[in-house]
Nanobody, 122 residues
Framework: QLQASGGGLVQAGGSLRLSCAST???????MGWFRQAPGRERRLVAA????????YYSDFVEGRFTISRDNGQNTVYLQMDNLKPEDTAVYYC??????????????????WGQGTQVTVSS
């Protein structure tokens, strides 16, 4: 129900824009982007409230990545600028659970997309 796309291979300093399209209405859902590098745990990259008025960024991307959403298109975006080799990972979009109090842990999300690979070369 969540389809992530937009990943690819890019040189360091480059940009990519990820999209997460949903087959269901997203306007009632807080949403997040996570990433997982080989051998590493899955980590929150950014999150956005249901109407887009609140956002959260992990320290390692703040100032370089921007999360946004278009509820009319049932799509959430992650604009990634000034990419670094350490940003290489599989990126996942996820729907936040209405039962979760926080929004930084992967167990607080209950619907996941399939992931899209981002590779940044040095």
């Amino acid at each position: 129900q969540l389809q992530a796309s937009g990943g690819g291979l890019v040189q360091a300093g480059g940009s990519l824009r990820l999209s997460c399209a949903s087959t269901r209405t997203l306007s009632e859902d807080n949403m997040g982007w996570f990433r997982q590098a080989p051998g590493r745990e899955r980590r929150l990259v950014a999150a956005i409230s249901r109407n887009g008025d609140r956002t959260y960024y992990s320290d390692f991307v703040e100032g370089r990545f921007t999360i946004s959403r278009d509820n009319g298109q049932n799509t959430v975006y992650l604009q990634m600028d000034n990419l670094k080799p350490e940003d290489t990972a599989v990126y996942y979009c996820a729907k936040h659970s209405i039962y979760a109090a926080g929004w930084t842990q992967d167990w607080e999300y209950d619907l996941w997309g399939q992931g899209t690979q981002v590779t940044v070369s040095s």
